[in-house]
C-alpha cells in the first residue's frame, strides 16, 4: 500500500492550453462531463444565467448576469464575445446597469441583424422585494452600442422572463415570461408578442398559457418549429411541463408534464425552417440521476417531444448552483453550449455533435470505465448505498452526504460540530466490491487525526487500511493497495480536529475488468 497525492496542473500550463485552443477548432467531447472551454469568470463577482447567439457574421455573443451572488442589488448585465466559433472570448462589457438588479439576459438576433436583448429588474432595498418588470434593449452596431431599455408591458403585477426573444417568419416576435397576477400567489405563463420589431410589446398582445392544475409555473422557454408550430417547456417544483401551440401562439394546448425534473430549460432548433427539424432540448437536471446539484443534460427530441436518443450528461459541477445552458449550432455542425457554475464562477462551454447524442450508450456499469471510479452518488441515491453517520449537522451544503457528492471543496462536505468525541462516517455498499485504491479530503486548511477502514461485513474492521496524524488536506489523497481488498463497507474515523469536524470527500476504485 502507498498513499499518494495529487497534483493540481499549474495554471501556467492552463494558459498555455487555452492560448493553443486557438490553432485548430475544438473538437466536440461531452464525454468527460466537463467544460471544453472557460467562457467567462467571475473574479471578484460571479457569473450566472448565459446565454449564447451566433450572429449573422458569425460572431458569438454570450450575455450574462454579473454578480456578487446569485441575488444583488449591484448585479449587471455582461456580455463576451469570440470571433473563432467559441474557441476564445473577449474580456466582458456591461451592458446593463441600473441601480437595481438587473439579471436573468437573453440576446437574439432578428432577420434585420438588430440584436435584442432582455432581461428583468429587481428591487431588494424594499421589504419584501419587488420586481420591477422585463426590460428589452437593441443595438443596431452588433453589440458595440445599446439603447435605453423598454418596458416589456403586461397584465401580471410583475413580469420575469429567463429565455430568448423568438422571431416567427411573419416578423412578429415572441417572448415567454412568468409572473404573478395583482392579489394571486399562483405564477402564470403569458407570451408577449411585438409586430414592430421590438420597439414596443403591447399589453393587449399578451397570450396566456392555460393552467388548470394551480401549479406554480416559472422560466419557460419556447421554440419556433415552423408552419405556426411553436413549443414551449415550463419549469415547476417538480417535473417540468410542455404545452403547443399551432397558430403561431395565438392559442396554446393544456400543458402535459414530462419526466423530467428540469432547470431552465433550452431548445435548440437542430434545421431551423424545416417543420420536421429535430430539437436539442438541453435542460439543469435536479433529478439526482447524473450527478449531484444540477448538472447539464441534453436529449434530441422530435417536434412532437418524443425523444430520439439517449439522455447524456454533458457537464456536472458538482455544485447547487448551476447550469442554465443555451446553445447555438456552428457552420461546421458542431453544438456550442453554454452554462454556469457558481461554485467555480465562471461560464462554461462545450462542443458536441448530433452523433454524440446519437451514437451514445448509457454505462453498463456502476463505475467509470476509464478510472474505475464507483459512482458512489449514484448508488446513494438509487438505494445501493447507505450513510451511517454522527456528522449530521446540515446547513447550506453541508450534508452527510457531502464525502459523495463530488464537490471536493470545504462547504459541500459531511460535519460535526466539534464535542472532543470525534466522529464517524461509514458507507454500506450494495454488495461486494474489490477495492484498489480510496481517495479522500479530510479538513481543508486546518488539520485533523483520522483512521479509515474497508470491511467485507462492517462487523469485523480489522486494522485502518490508513491513518492520517494531524494532517492538513487541501487536495485528493490516494491510498493504492497492492492487491485488491474486498469490501462491502468503509469507514472514517475522526480522532482530532482543530475546531469542527469535517470529512470533504470519499471516493472508491475497483479493477476496470471488475464483473466481467
Same mark, same amino acid.
Given at each position: 500500500?502507498?498513499?499518494?497525492?495529487?497534483?493540481?496542473?499549474?495554471?501556467?500550463?492552463?494558459?498555455?492550453?487555452?492560448?493553443?485552443?486557438?490553432?485548430?477548432?475544438?473538437?466536440?467531447?461531452?464525454?468527460?462531463?466537463?467544460?471544453?472551454?472557460?467562457?467567462?469568470?467571475?473574479?471578484?463577482?460571479?457569473?450566472?444565467?448565459?446565454?449564447?447567439?451566433?450572429?449573422?457574421?458569425?460572431?458569438?455573443?454570450?450575455?450574462?448576469?454579473?454578480?456578487?451572488?446569485?441575488?444583488?442589488?449591484?448585479?449587471?448585465?455582461?456580455?463576451?464575445?469570440?470571433?473563432?466559433?467559441?474557441?476564445?472570448?473577449?474580456?466582458?462589457?456591461?451592458?446593463?446597469?441600473?441601480?437595481?438588479?438587473?439579471?436573468?439576459?437573453?440576446?437574439?438576433?432578428?432577420?434585420?441583424?438588430?440584436?435584442?436583448?432582455?432581461?428583468?429588474?429587481?428591487?431588494?432595498?424594499?421589504?419584501?422585494?419587488?420586481?420591477?418588470?422585463?426590460?428589452?434593449?437593441?443595438?443596431?452596431?452588433?453589440?458595440?452600442?445599446?439603447?435605453?431599455?423598454?418596458?416589456?408591458?403586461?397584465?401580471? *403585477?410583475?413580469?420575469?422572463?429567463?429565455?430568448?426573444?423568438?422571431?416567427?417568419?411573419?416578423?412578429?416576435?415572441?417572448?415567454?415570461?412568468?409572473?404573478?397576477?395583482?392579489?394571486?400567489?399562483?405564477?402564470?405563463?403569458?407570451?408577449?408578442?411585438?409586430?414592430?420589431?421590438?420597439?414596443?410589446?403591447?399589453?393587449?398582445?399578451?397570450?396566456?398559457?392555460?393552467?388548470?392544475?394551480?401549479?406554480?409555473?416559472?422560466?419557460?422557454?419556447?421554440? *419556433?418549429?415552423?408552419?405556426?408550430?411553436?413549443?414551449?417547456?415550463?419549469?415547476?417544483?417538480?417535473?417540468?411541463?410542455?404545452?403547443?401551440?399551432?397558430?403561431?401562439?395565438?392559442?396554446?394546448?393544456?400543458?402535459?408534464?414530462?419526466?423530467?425534473?428540469?432547470?431552465?430549460?433550452?431548445?435548440?432548433?437542430? *434545421?431551423?425552417?424545416?417543420?420536421?427539424?429535430?430539437?436539442?432540448?438541453?435542460?439543469?437536471?435536479?433529478?439526482?440521476?447524473?450527478?449531484?446539484?444540477?448538472?447539464?443534460?441534453?436529449?434530441?427530441?422530435?417536434?412532437?417531444?418524443?425523444?430520439?436518443?439517449?439522455?447524456?450528461?454533458?457537464?456536472?459541477?458538482?455544485?447547487?448552483?448551476?447550469?442554465?445552458?443555451?446553445?447555438?449550432?456552428?457552420?461546421?455542425?458542431?453544438?456550442?453550449?453554454?452554462?454556469?457554475?457558481?461554485?467555480?464562477?465562471?461560464?462554461?462551454?462545450?462542443?458536441?455533435?448530433?452523433?454524440?447524442?446519437?451514437?451514445?450508450?448509457?454505462?453498463?456499469?456502476?463505475?467509470?470505465?476509464?478510472?474505475?471510479?464507483?459512482?458512489?452518488?449514484?448508488?446513494?441515491?438509487?438505494?445501493?448505498?447507505?450513510?451511517?453517520?454522527?456528522?449530521?449537522?446540515?446547513?447550506?451544503?453541508?450534508?452527510?452526504?457531502?464525502?459523495?457528492?463530488?464537490?471536493?471543496?470545504?462547504?459541500?462536505?459531511?460535519?460535526?460540530?466539534?464535542?472532543?468525541?470525534?466522529?464517524?462516517?461509514?458507507?454500506?455498499?450494495?454488495?461486494?466490491?474489490?477495492?484498489?485504491?480510496?481517495?479522500?479530503?479530510?479538513?481543508?486548511?486546518?488539520?485533523?487525526?483520522?483512521?479509515?477502514?474497508?470491511?467485507?461485513?462492517?462487523?469485523?474492521?480489522?486494522?485502518?487500511?490508513?491513518?492520517?496524524?494531524?494532517?492538513?488536506?487541501?487536495?485528493?489523497?490516494?491510498?493504492?493497495?497492492?492487491?485488491?481488498?474486498?469490501?462491502?463497507?468503509?469507514?472514517?474515523?475522526?480522532?482530532?480536529?482543530?475546531?469542527?469536524?469535517?470529512?470533504?470527500?470519499?471516493?472508491?476504485?475497483?479493477?476496470?475488468?471488475?464483473?466481467?
Amino acid at each position: 500500500m502507498e498513499i499518494k497525492k495529487t497534483v493540481r496542473t499549474a495554471s501556467v500550463l492552463l494558459f498555455l492550453g487555452l492560448l493553443l485552443t486557438t490553432l485548430q477548432p475544438a473538437m466536440a467531447d461531452i464525454a468527460s462531463g466537463q467544460s471544453d472551454v472557460i467562457v467567462a469568470s467571475g473574479g471578484a463577482r460571479n457569473t450566472y444565467f448565459p446565454d449564447v447567439e451566433k450572429l449573422q457574421n458569425g460572431d458569438l455573443l454570450v450575455v450574462y448576469y454579473d454578480s456578487p451572488a446569485h441575488t444583488s442589488q449591484s448585479g449587471r448585465i455582461a456580455m463576451v464575445r469570440s470571433t473563432n466559433d467559441g474557441s476564445t472570448w473577449s474580456a466582458p462589457t456591461t451592458v446593463a446597469d441600473s441601480v437595481y438588479d438587473d439579471r436573468d439576459p437573453s440576446v437574439m438576433q432578428t432577420s434585420d441583424g438588430t440584436l435584442l436583448l432582455t432581461y428583468f429588474s429587481t428591487d431588494w432595498s424594499q421589504s419584501p422585494s419587488k420586481i420591477l418588470g422585463t426590460y428589452s434593449v437593441r443595438s443596431n452596431d452588433g453589440g458595440l452600442t445599446w439603447s435605453s431599455p423598454v418596458l416589456v408591458e403586461t397584465k401580471l *403585477d410583475y413580469a420575469a422572463v429567463t429565455s430568448k426573444i423568438v422571431q416567427l417568419a411573419n416578423g412578429d416576435l415572441l417572448l415567454p415570461r412568468y409572473g404573478k397576477m395583482p392579489g394571486h400567489w399562483q405564477s402564470k405563463i403569458m407570451v408577449a408578442r411585438s409586430t414592430d420589431g421590438g420597439i414596443s410589446w403591447p399589453q393587449a398582445n399578451e397570450v396566456e398559457i392555460p393552467n388548470p392544475y394551480g401549479t406554480n409555473w416559472v422560466e419557460p422557454v419556447l421554440a *419556433d418549429l415552423g408552419n405556426g408550430h411553436l413549443m414551449v417547456l415550463i419549469r415547476t417544483a417538480t417535473f417540468a411541463h410542455e404545452t403547443h401551440s399551432y397558430d403561431s401562439g395565438l392559442t396554446w394546448t393544456t400543458p402535459l408534464p414530462t419526466d423530467m425534473v428540469a432547470h431552465a430549460s433550452s431548445l435548440l432548433v437542430l *434545421d431551423p425552417g424545416n417543420p420536421n427539424s429535430n430539437i436539442l432540448h438541453t435542460w439543469g437536471d435536479y433529478s439526482g440521476e447524473y450527478a449531484f446539484g444540477r448538472p447539464v443534460v441534453g436529449q434530441i427530441i422530435q417536434a412532437d417531444g418524443t425523444p430520439v436518443s439517449e439522455r447524456v450528461k454533458m457537464y456536472a459541477g458538482h455544485c447547487g448552483d448551476e447550469s442554465y445552458p443555451s446553445g447555438v449550432r456552428l457552420d461546421d455542425g458542431r453544438i456550442f453550449t453554454v452554462y454556469y457554475d457558481s461554485c467555480a464562477k465562471r461560464i462554461g462551454g462545450t462542443f458536441s455533435t448530433i452523433s454524440d447524442y446519437m451514437d451514445y450508450e448509457a454505462p453498463t456499469t456502476i463505475w467509470d470505465s476509464e478510472t474505475g471510479k464507483l459512482d458512489l452518488w449514484k448508488l446513494y441515491k438509487s438505494g445501493g448505498l447507505h450513510i451511517s453517520t454522527d456528522m449530521n449537522y446540515i446547513h447550506g451544503n453541508f450534508n452527510p452526504y457531502g464525502p459523495i457528492d463530488g464537490n471536493p471543496t470545504y462547504n459541500y462536505s459531511a460535519a460535526k460540530v466539534q464535542t472532543g468525541e470525534g466522529a464517524y462516517w461509514s458507507i454500506e455498499l450494495d454488495q461486494l466490491y474489490p477495492i484498489t485504491k480510496i481517495g479522500i479530503i479530510l479538513k481543508q486548511s486546518l488539520p485533523e487525526t483520522a483512521n479509515v477502514y474497508l470491511s467485507a461485513d462492517g462487523v469485523n474492521w480489522g486494522t485502518p487500511v490508513a491513518a492520517f496524524n494531524y494532517v492538513i488536506m487541501n487536495s485528493m489523497q490516494y491510498i493504492v493497495f497492492d492487491n485488491p481488498v474486498q469490501a462491502r463497507y468503509a469507514k472514517v474515523e475522526i480522532l482530532e480536529s482543530n475546531g469542527t469536524d469535517i470529512l470533504s470527500e470519499f471516493s472508491l476504485f475497483v479493477p476496470l475488468d471488475t464483473g466481467t
